[in-house]
């Protein structure tokens, strides 16, 4: 897949070009960190952490070739991306057979709110489409206001509360 306009083009990004995705990541991972400090006694990981952490959920991911990256770019290089997996659809609602899950969507701080996200969104769906999914399921923090707009403006609603917590009480960082 491939769309391209006069300012940036959204293309499938190979398992190769991974490193790609860093500076996205630790874009979002920086946006989480500041708007959710504290994930139920959790903090945020160090950068090299979670980008490490993350990249091999990417390589585990992409292992399913149901699984498929898109990535934003322009001039200058990457500006966004969304990575999607693709499983089973829910056992108690009906669903499709098929469900994605929108694993990451990420903008480069100074170009959110210009529209990149909800392209990126357009092509995640138009990719589904074309390969017979029709149901998504989205996952943003409480605190990420911006996001959650932007799906309910999508016509995405909420369908569950996830609880996070340790059973210790301790505070707990890398």
Same mark, same amino acid.
């Given at each position: ?10 293309? %499938? ?14 874009? $979002?991972?920086?946006?989480?960190? %500041? ?9 945020a990981r160090d950068p090299e952490a979670s980008w490490r952490n ?7 991911? $992409? ?31 009906? %669903? ?42 989205? %996952? ?9 707009? $932007? ?7 909420r369908g569950f509360v996830v609880y996070v917590g340790s059973i ?7």
């Amino acid at each position: 897949m491939s769309i391209r306009d006069s300012q940036h083009t959204i293309r %499938t990004l190979p398992i190769a070009e991974l490193n790609e995705l860093e500076p996205l990541w630790r874009a $979002l991972q920086d946006h989480y960190a %500041t708007i959710t400090p504290l994930l139920g006694n959790a903090l945020a990981r160090d950068p090299e952490a979670s980008w490490r952490n993350r990249r091999g959920n990417y390589e585990r991911w $992409l292992t399913d070739p149901n699984a498929f990256v898109l990535i934003a770019e322009d001039a200058g290089g990457p500006i966004g991306y969304a990575f999607v997996t693709i499983g089973p659809g829910y056992a108690s609602w009906c %669903t499709g057979d098929k469900m994605a899950t929108l694993q990451s969507l990420s903008v480069l701080p100074e170009l959110r709110g210009s529209g990149i996200g909800s392209e990126l969104l357009d092509a995640v769906e138009a990719e589904l489409r074309r390969r017979g999914v029709g149901d998504l399921e989205i %996952t943003t923090a409480t605190t990420n206001v911006d996001a959650q707009r $932007l799906y309910e403006r999508r016509g995405y609603t909420r369908g569950f509360v996830v609880y996070v917590g340790s059973i210790d009480e301790a505070v707990v960082g890398d």
